[in-house]
């Protein structure tokens, strides 16, 4: 089936430093999400980008975060600074279209924030 | 606010017996949807079975699940486990604003199916 990727997968930082997170998402897809996962709990929904914007985000979504998809290239989720409390799994995924569509999800990156 | 519950983290169960992986929820949205992922190690999830349709089976690759909208459930099963089936399961509901949609997930439940 359709492949998202996501690069890299295990990243490790120092508080304070900035990083990016990159996605590569299904080719022909418009819409494409964020979610965090910590150790031990649920897969949470952070973010939803269209068309350049970010449509729907969630009490996750810190000012820190923000995200991007320069020039239809990686679909970039950037935290800085970073916080103890980011580290975590994030996982990207990518539909077609917004409502109906399924979600088509990449491994996650493991981020650990020392 | 919406909210999927797994009740169990972890379940073993024998090569050829039945399991059963429990999914109930809790959502305010009339419009809804409901999905299993599995999520083999290292690899990402993806979709096992979705449904809309209250008191329908959906069945794929050997699991069933039926939505009961009565019981604010979606749990899966399968008559014979196999080994390959060892992996994580995560329970997913789909809410709509407007046009775009985020899922909201349960804590997953980890099958591990011995011989």
């Known amino acids: 089936g359709p492949k998202v990727l996501q690069i890299p997968s295990h990243q490790i930082i120092d508080m304070g430093q900035m990083v990016t997170l990159n996605c590569d998402p299904v080719s022909n897809h418009l819409y494409f999400y964020w979610y965090k996962q910590i150790l031990g709990q649920q897969m949470e929904f952070l973010v939803n980008?269209?068309?350049?914007?970010?449509?729907?985000k969630s009490k996750l979504f810190k000012d820190q975060f923000s995200v991007e998809r320069p020039d239809g290239s990686y679909f970039t989720l950037k935290i800085q600074p970073t916080a103890l409390e980011d580290s975590a799994v994030y996982f990207c995924?990518?539909?077609?279209?917004?409502?109906?569509?399924?979600?088509?999800f990449g491994p996650g990156t493991r981020l650990t924030v020392l | 606010g919406d909210s999927v519950t797994q009740t169990e983290g972890l379940v073993t169960v024998t090569e050829g017996l039945p399991v059963k992986l429990n999914c109930t929820y809790q959502?305010?949205?009339?419009?809804?949807?409901f999905f299993w992922y599995v999520q083999y190690l290292n690899e990402a999830p993806q979709v096992l079975l979705k449904?809309?349709?209250?008191?329908k089976r959906t069945e794929h690759q050997g699991f069933h699940a039926t939505l009961h909208k009565s019981s604010s459930s979606f749990h899966l099963q399968k008559s014979s486990a196999q080994l390959s089936d060892s992996a994580l399961y995560y329970c997913?509901?789909?809410?709509?604003?407007?046009?775009?949609?985020?899922?909201?997930f349960g804590q997953g439940t980890s099958l591990s199916v011995v011989p």
């Open positions: 980008f269209y068309n350049g914007k970010v449509m729907e």
């Open positions: 997913a509901l789909r809410v709509a604003s407007s046009s775009f949609s985020k899922l909201v």
């Open positions: 449904s809309s349709t209250d008191n």
């Open positions: 959502t305010t949205y009339l419009t809804i949807a």
């Open positions: 995924a990518s539909s077609f279209s917004g409502g109906d569509y399924e979600q088509y």
